[in-house]
């Protein structure tokens, strides 16, 4: 069976299983006990290509004439979980590295609502990062002071011109300075002045809609990165 690969223990003994039995993968899944073929071939993929295997073929397999020693199988399952866990862990570094390269410093605004009211019309719109207030980059370099004048005017404005209301986030209620990515961040009132901070150094709420063809489109919540689209609304 040339197309069947995995890099995964798991994934391996089910090829081994599979190649035991002189089945084709169809027959295979049948001999398991799936009454619903195409199900437990889906099911024996998602396997081989992620590592996850679903309980219910688990159950087949034991309980079938091709199951393989216990403890070979509980091996594999542990062996399988320590390469996830470690792809997990390297995925997460690579999206902070990304998101670290790309990030701006920026003024969000706090709202009211924190989901727009139409997720669909919002994200179509440019979603939250067209309300946040862009900075130069070279703004984490300036005297504290600068930091703090340059802040103030640049809330007013921005209060003053959306008229203290966000599109379909209601009112806006306060705003948050990001001037540098995994730092803590400066909360200041609506007409610009400092109040607190905050151990929130990125915010990570995100909402997004699927358009007809399948494709994600995501607006991420002020995280001061420039995330584009991934898709358009079609039809």
């Not at 295997?53 to 399952?77: C, H, K, M, T, W």
């Not at 002045?193 to 607006?219: D, F, H, M, Y």
């Amino acid at each position: 069976m040339p197309d069947l690969q995995s890099n995964y223990p798991t994934g391996k003994l089910l090829i081994a299983a599979l190649e035991q039995s002189n089945h084709r993968l169809p027959g295979f899944v049948s001999a398991l006990g799936f009454l619903n073929t195409q199900k437990g071939i889906r099911c024996f993929r998602m396997a081989l290509a992620s590592g996850v295997v679903a309980p219910a073929l688990i159950d087949r397999l034991i309980a079938s004439r091709y199951a393989p020693g216990i403890e070979a199988l509980n091996e594999a399952l542990r062996a399988t979980e320590e390469i996830l866990n470690n792809e997990r862990i390297a995925q997460a570094e690579r999206k902070r590295d990304t998101d670290k390269e790309r990030f701006r410093p920026h003024i969000a605004p706090l709202t009211e609502l924190q989901r727009p009211s139409s997720i669909t019309i919002f994200a179509l719109l440019g979603g939250f990062e067209r309300l946040t207030i862009a900075l130069p980059q070279s703004y984490p370099t300036w005297e504290l002071g600068l930091q703090l004048r340059f802040a103030q005017v640049r809330i007013r404005r921005h209060y003053r011109s959306f008229s203290g209301s966000a599109p379909l986030l209601g009112a806006i209620t306060g705003y948050r300075l990001f001037s540098a990515f995994g730092e803590t961040s400066l909360c200041f009132t609506v007409d610009g002045q400092l109040v607190g901070v905050s151990n929130e150094a990125v915010p990570a709420v995100t909402c997004g809609l699927t358009s007809k063809s399948g494709r994600l489109i995501e607006a991420s919540l002020f995280t001061g990165v420039n995330r584009p689209p991934r898709g358009r609304l079609q039809g």
